[in-house]
């Protein structure tokens, strides 16, 4: 069975500094990984995937994040926060299994403090 | 360029009623389905189709019904409601089951609450 652990409900950062988002996961198949962002009051959007072509992944909004097997970890970073980055980050991980599982972490808000 | 649309927004029954929650797509996808999110908790998977008409379900499927009659719609139906259903609702499509590395295309949510 796959899960997903994303430690930090709430993290604060300042504008400017270096966001950092944790997400580990288990799966017992190479995985497939997403960050998801929601904004208040909208749906998740997608940020990233992760599907094996390589382990540093470059999203929108200036977001990445570094698929880590030996870690199980797949962490999402920003060197600079921005005050639009405020926002839900939800980190998940899909496999196959006849039809598209998908099981979602718990979710990080991100205050961005002007 | 509508992609994934939710009616209503809102909604407020009281126990006991029930109601259905719409979700259409536009863009063609095979696979559908129902999310709840609530606080703490991540999104937990309600029901989902593979296609018109083919439904299972999902992590938490008590108290709701689904029906996949065309490509395009798959709505949520609340025979009676209770306030443990009290959540904000997604929908969510991808192009094809049985594709991991797909990513899922979301709605904006439904907020219900149930007195």
């Known amino acids: 069975a796959q899960s997903v652990t994303q430690l930090g409900s709430h993290v604060s950062v300042s504008e400017g500094a270096l966001v950092l988002l944790r997400c580990n996961y288990s799966?017992?198949?190479?995985?497939?990984l997403f960050w998801y962002v929601q904004y208040p009051n909208q749906g998740l959007q997608l940020l990233l995937k992760?599907?094996?072509?390589?382990?540093l992944v470059k999203g929108i909004n200036g977001f990445e994040a570094e698929f880590k097997k030996s870690e199980t970890s797949f962490h999402l970073t920003k060197p600079s926060a921005h005050m639009s980055d405020a926002a839900e980050y939800f980190c998940?991980?899909?496999?196959?299994?006849?039809?598209?599982?998908?099981?979602f972490g718990t979710g990080t808000k991100l205050q961005v403090i002007p | 360029n509508a992609g994934v649309t939710q009616t209503p927004k809102f909604q407020v029954l009281k126990t006991g009623q029930s109601m259905t929650l719409q979700c259409a797509q536009d863009?063609?996808?095979?696979?559908m389905s129902w999310y709840r999110q609530d606080p703490g908790m991540g999104l937990r998977l309600i029901h989902y189709?593979?296609?018109?008409?083919?439904?299972d379900q999902g992590e938490v499927p008590n108290g709701y019904n689904v029906s996949r009659s065309t490509t395009e719609d798959f709505p949520l139906r609340l025979l009676s409601a209770a306030p443990s259903q009290t959540s904000v609702y997604f929908c969510?499509?991808?192009?094809?089951?049985?594709?991991?590395?797909?990513?899922?295309?979301f709605g904006n949510g439904t907020r219900l609450t149930v007195t």
């Open positions: 969510a499509s991808t192009p094809s089951q049985g594709q991991p590395s797909s990513p899922l295309h």
């Open positions: 799966s017992s198949v190479p995985p497939y």
């Open positions: 992760y599907t094996s072509a390589a382990t």
């Open positions: 998940a991980v899909s496999e196959s299994g006849g039809y598209q599982k998908v099981t």
């Open positions: 863009m063609n996808h095979e696979y």
């Open positions: 189709s593979v296609g018109a008409g083919i439904t």
